[in-house]
């Protein structure tokens, strides 16, 4: 009921008015009693503990991430996913704490600092990218926390570096100093941080005088420690020896880690040394460090050291002994044990000793991590250095057998025995050597290469390999001329040694001696390799080019020792100027001579320019992209060719003349090829008489006469018209799907069903063996624990991987075909088209007899591949595999697996 009382009225009023005014005290006193509240359970009970969880795994990974003194060492001790593993579950605990602040605690006054808190833990917890955003989040939203900001600029610049974004960390860096404030405890941290960014982009100078302003600023006493070692190093690279000197005796004289310290007193050592010249002194100065037991943890490092000043005087005796005895003392520091491995690894390379340098370099993968920052280029180099040996190898052999082949007959014999003698002589002192060394070798790694090793005749390279190849396959004989088998007696021929013997003992001394048949497999390996005719010489001399050149791509891509590679392409040139590969040569001279010698580049230009204008590396000079436009062509026309092969298939022979019609509007200026041109006169031959498919033929021979598979099939088929012609001119069409003549002269594609199994070979397919009186193939003993074997003498096939498990593969597949009835007619050869777990497809040829026939026919084909294949050359490889194997095939894994087993092998 509404009052008709006024007074009533604002009596009432009153009372609201008073009312609300209490409310609003009462609020006011909740909202500042809650904030400081807050704040007091923030500051003690949160950010406190979650800041001694944070700071105790920063230490910890600290401590667990050890420094290699014999690179540059990082400004800061990152983490990385395997540092920072141990650490997660106190990381998370800070971060859960820090959220509590963040979302129930808004009110206090260190939300900012949860934040700042939680961004440092992900990088902590190697999280880089979820770090930048909360750094840039805190940076952003907090404008008034000027310290903070700064500090966030800095720590977000180190989480870009770790993720590699480096462009984004210069920016951030840019904008942290552009904007810095000098009296902050980030400042050091700023400067510090863009000099690592300077690391990064090899800008030593620069990232010294980052580095000494951040020494000026520093806070932290173990940082500024650390970043004076940094600048000595520095100083050292950029040749300023005096300022490294102080600089190290500083961190001396300081309280560093006995690491750091142990590692500028080295370093101090070697720069005197180098100042006075005095070499001597500084091996002696290094084994005075060993009397000192507060050296005992660090015996291995001054080991390598003095390994290093033997190594640098040309003593390698000296040096490996002592890298040796790095080895032996390496008991805890495995990066240690892993660099003096390495060097070993070096020394037997640079000796050509590829058997001890590979096992060396399999010990020093073993020892180092794999986080270390060489270990993709170590591993890389022990997996390519067995293809450089067999390269080496395959020239020493070739030179001995022309040698002796230019030899006048009554000499050879003699010259056989006394290059036996000397690979005698010469391997029975390096087994005595190594033998009687109590130091310590490679891992077993060397024992499984000892395996695998190849004798060579009078090969330099192979001389090394020690006493073992020797043994395994001729045994131990006395030293004397004319050592022929007929001139000795029954007492002084014994059995050989059996492969297993030598390799349980692989560096015994007495050893029986060869067998008659071992004396004569030795003399028939020389006799039946030399190249005694011009075409046995042509073939020789293949061999060595080809050799040659895979060395120098070997020294271009792989060591990317440009020096090297320029050195083998020259020597290939001077010996074989008309090899096969010239054009390629000179193009990687020129590329190869623009940075050291302008002036021989500029001439390898020339050369390419005016004397082979139309090859594509001249075109490639005059038009950088041209590889690029002529990969796209390329595509382009497999796909007009496809298609064109698809109608042929189906027996549409009109659509295939009007597809192959249309080639000169879609491929202008290109000449059309002869594959597609050898498509057109079937379609004729499937829809004319023989005058029109005789003609076509005809024109096909005259304009490719450089093509060597399609050329020489029809040439076949032109013969095979002249002794059937009145049979072949009654058809109203010459070629007939079911021709009652039994022997068709066109080999038609026969598209078998695609299995998803390997398959072992038909037994009624006859092996094929490609290259005649080759030698009986030797079993080589499986590797262990491997799933795969190396079994030279078992059935091979010739394999193309496709990794597209759909692509349409009959046009390649009838490519293989054309080259197989030209080159190998009456081999019977299949080739057959698996599909490996719906993953990948494979055409397997085969099968042969012994790897060496397969490594014949992969030599043979694989430069035709880009004419066979109908598909882009990055959606396939090549290789060769053994039944056994191939039959272990049943996935992408295995099949991967295998290729890395076929790289590492073959």
């Known amino acids: 009921m509404r009052s008709n009382n006024p007074l009533s009225f604002f009596s009432l009023l009153y009372f609201c008015i008073i009312c609300l005014g209490f409310s609003a005290c009462d609020s006011q006193k909740q909202t500042v009693a809650s904030r400081g509240m807050q704040n007091l359970t923030a500051h003690y009970n949160i950010m406190y503990n979650a800041n001694l969880l944070v700071d105790d795994s920063e230490r910890n990974i600290e401590l667990i991430t050890t420094d290699d003194y014999e690179r540059l060492i990082s400004v800061y001790k990152e983490p990385k996913e395997a540092t920072a593993q141990g650490e997660i579950k106190n990381l998370d605990q800070a971060i859960l704490k820090a959220n509590v602040i963040a979302n129930e605690k808004s009110l206090s006054n260190y939300v900012d600092d949860a934040y700042f808190l939680i961004a440092k833990a992900n990088h902590l917890k190697a999280n880089f990218y979820n770090a930048s955003e909360f750094f840039t989040y805190v940076y952003n939203s907090y404008p008034e926390e000027k310290e903070l900001r700064q500090a966030a600029l800095a720590w977000k610049a180190r989480s870009l570096i770790e993720s590699e974004r480096f462009e984004e960390a210069e920016a951030t860096l840019d904008t942290a100093l552009k904007y810095i404030k000098t009296e902050k405890e980030s400042v050091g941290d700023i400067y510090a941080t863009k000099a690592q960014l300077h690391l990064y982009a090899n800008q030593d100078e620069e990232a010294i005088n980052m580095l000494e302003q951040a020494i000026k600023n520093a806070r932290n006493r173990q940082h500024k420690i650390r970043w004076t070692y940094l600048v000595a190093q520095l100083q050292q690279i950029t040749k300023k020896p005096e300022a490294a000197y102080d600089n190290y005796t500083e961190v001396v004289k300081s309280n560093a880690p006995f690491d750091m310290a142990f590692n500028a007193n080295l370093n101090r050592i070697s720069i005197r040394d180098e100042q006075n010249g005095n070499k001597v002194s500084r091996s ?235 004396i004569e497999t030795i003399r028939r390996t020389f006799i039946e390799g030399m190249p ?181 099939l029809v040439k076949e088929h032109l013969e095979f018209i002249n002794a059937n012609r009145a049979l072949l001119s009654e058809r109203l069409v010459v070629l007939i799907d079911n021709d009652p003549n039994g022997d068709r002269f066109v080999q038609e594609p026969v598209n078998e069903p695609v299995a998803t199994v390997i398959s072992t070979r038909s037994p009624e397919v006859k092996p094929v063996t490609v290259t005649e009186n080759r030698k009986a193939p030797v079993s080589v003993p499986a590797e262990v624990n491997s799933l795969f074997v190396k079994e030279e003498s078992a059935l091979f096939y010739f394999v193309i991987n496709v990794f597209d498990p759909v692509v349409n593969l009959s046009s390649s597949r009838f490519g293989i075909g054309q080259f197989n009835r030209i080159n190998l007619p009456r081999a019977g050869l299949k080739h057959q088209l698996k599909n490996v777990n719906k993953q990948n497809q494979l055409i397997f040829v085969g099968p042969f007899e012994g790897r060496g026939a397969a490594q014949d026919y992969y030599n043979s084909i694989n430069p035709m591949m880009k004419e066979i294949m109908k598909i882009p050359a990055a959606k396939y490889s090549t290789f060769y595999i053994n039944q056994q194997n191939l039959d272990k095939i049943t996935d992408r894994a295995t099949l991967d697996q295998y290729v890395e087993f076929y790289k590492s092998t073959y």
């Not at 040659?548 to 990317?560: G, H, K, P, T």
């Not at 290109?670 to 079937?682: E, H, K, S």
């Open 284 to 518: 002696q100065q290094l084994r005075s460090l060993l009397k000192d037991d507060k050296n005992k943890d660090f015996v291995d490092q001054i080991y390598f050291q003095i390994g290093n000043s033997y190594a640098a005087e040309n003593d390698m005796e000296k040096a490996i002994e002592n890298y040796n005895l790095s080895v032996k003392n390496s008991t805890k520091n495995l990066i240690q044990k892993g660099l003096s491995y390495q060097k070993l690894a070096q020394i037997y390379f640079d000796q050509s000793d590829f058997i001890r340098s590979k096992a060396y370099y399999d010990s020093t993968l073993a020892a180092l991590p794999k986080t270390y920052p060489d270990y993709a280029l170590i591993n890389t180099k022990a997996a390519n250095i067995e293809l450089l040996a067999d390269r080496l190898t395959t020239i020493s052999q070739q030179d001995t057998l022309q040698m002796l082949a230019s030899l006048p007959e009554a000499d050879r014999d003699l010259r056989i025995g006394a290059l036996v003698r000397e690979q005698t002589l010469k391997a029975l002192k390096s087994a005595e050597a190594f033998a009687s060394s109590s130091l310590p070798g490679p891992t077993q790694a060397l024992a499984n290469s000892v395996k695998e090793g190849k004798f060579y005749f009078n090969n330099s390279i192979a001389l090394k390999q020690g006493l073992l190849d020797f043994k395994k396959r001729w045994g131990n004989r006395k030293l004397e001329d004319n050592w022929r088998r007929s001139q000795k007696s029954a007492s002084d021929i014994s059995s050989t040694i059996s492969p297993d013997q030598a390799i349980a003992n692989p560096f015994q001394q007495s050893v029986p001696d060869p067998t008659a048949s071992n």
């Open 532 to 712: 005694l005719t011009p075409e046995q010489k042509l073939a020789s001399d293949q061999k060595i080019a080809s050799a040659y050149f895979d060395i120098a791509n070997y020294y271009r891509e792989v060591s990317l020792d440009t020096a090297e590679a320029v050195n083998t392409y020259e020597k290939l040139l001077s010996r074989f100027p008309e090899n096969p590969n010239k054009l390629a040569i000179y193009y990687n001279l020129y590329r190869l001579n623009l940075t050291v010698n302008p002036k021989r580049a500029e001439e390898f230009k020339q050369l390419l320019l005016n004397d082979f204008p139309d090859s594509p590396f001249a075109k490639i000079i005059l038009d950088p992209q041209y590889n690029q436009r002529s990969d796209e062509q390329e595509i382009a026309y497999n796909k007009f060719y496809n298609e064109a092969y698809d109608l042929y298939s189906v027996k549409k022979y009109d659509q295939v003349l009007s597809q192959v019609d249309k080639y000169g509007q879609s491929f202008t200026g290109r000449p059309m090829p002869a594959q597609l041109d050898y498509l057109r006169a079937l379609a004729i031959g499937r829809t004319q008489r023989l005058p029109q498919l005789e003609t076509a033929f005809k024109e096909l021979i005259t304009a490719y006469p450089d093509d060597k598979i399609i050329v020489p």
